[in-house]
């Protein structure tokens, strides 16, 4: 495998990421987008997935952490990571009924 033939690759770990996460292996998914940021954490395109992985899990530290991170590296990146954990949060308590 790619893995195998390139294990300190961050963009084949992140790739693989991406490919665990269509299938909906998310707890795996997030293990190798961690392992592309550690392998390269100026590597935006990773620090957005793993973001977008712990909002996805309710995460939402974590997704800031990485939000705050990735508005160093990449802006269109961090703006479109901020409106997902908009949508996510924000929207989602504005909507909210009381009873």
Known sequence: TAEKLKPNNCI???NLGVVYDAI???ELAQ????A????DPKYGIAQYNL???YLENGKRAEAYKGLNLLKSLDNDLANELQQMIWGKYVVNVS???IQ
């Open 12 to 14: 084949i770990s992140n």
């Open 24 to 26: 909906g292996k998310k």
């Open 31 to 34: 293990k190798y987008y961690r």
């Open 36 to 39: 592309a940021v550690d392998l």
């Open 51 to 53: 973001a977008a992985s």
């Open 95 to 97: 909507t909210r009924k």
